[in-house]
């Protein structure tokens, strides 16, 4: 079963395969500059961060996180409110679990691909992320994922707990996996750059 299936469960949206040459490509990207530059070679962690940017080429993926209305939430601040099971909309802590992954994900492949598209956004418009911290939402989302560590998610609790752990030097590897992709002028790059700016 791929790492994306068992992360977060079977019935989601049709995954990139393993053997596809993107993700080969991501993977050899995200494992030398893990290594080399921050010393992480935990396999799951490269793993997983490889199949995040095999997902996340996929716009839809990117801006899964929606309402109850259908609207999707493009900002951290409102992702951080529908997470919250006691006081917010969301009506399980399993939505809890979803929506933290979703900002984790989402804050890891901001601040380590796209870190200048950030002041951007928030110069767009009044936004609740306006006042959220990424690299603190991002850390402290896979934190609380990994407390979910009954059933169903206890094999993967340790991985969000690494990823929580070790949130900063995987942004700056993400960001070394970014120039690389710069230098061969992947496309990757290029749309999410006509897309944010």
């Given amino acids: 079963m791929p790492l994306a299936e068992r992360v977060c469960g079977g019935g989601g949206p049709k995954m990139i395969p393993e053997s596809h040459p993107l993700q080969q490509l991501f993977l050899e990207l995200v494992g030398r500059h893990y290594a080399e530059e921050i010393g992480i070679r935990d396999p799951q962690i490269v793993n997983y961060v490889a199949q995040l940017l095999a997902e996340f080429c996929d716009v839809r993926q990117l801006f899964a996180i929606r309402t109850a209305a259908g609207r999707a939430l493009t900002d951290v601040g409102e992702m951080l409110a529908e997470s919250n099971p006691v006081f917010g909309p969301a009506p399980s802590f399993d939505r809890e679990r979803q929506v933290r992954k979703h900002i984790g994900d989402y804050t890891l492949f901001f601040t380590g691909m796209f870190p200048e598209s950030i002041n951007h956004f928030r110069l767009r418009r009044n ?71």
């Fill in 127 to 197: 936004r609740l992320e306006n006042f959220v911290d990424w690299m603190k939402a991002g850390k402290e989302s896979y934190y609380i994922v990994s407390k979910f560590d009954c059933f169903e998610y206890t094999k993967v609790a340790p991985l969000f707990a690494s990823l929580s752990d070790h949130f900063e030097q995987c942004v700056y590897g993400l960001n070394q996996v970014k120039n690389d992709l710069q230098e061969m002028k992947h496309p990757l790059v290029r749309r999410t750059n006509e897309l944010l700016m």
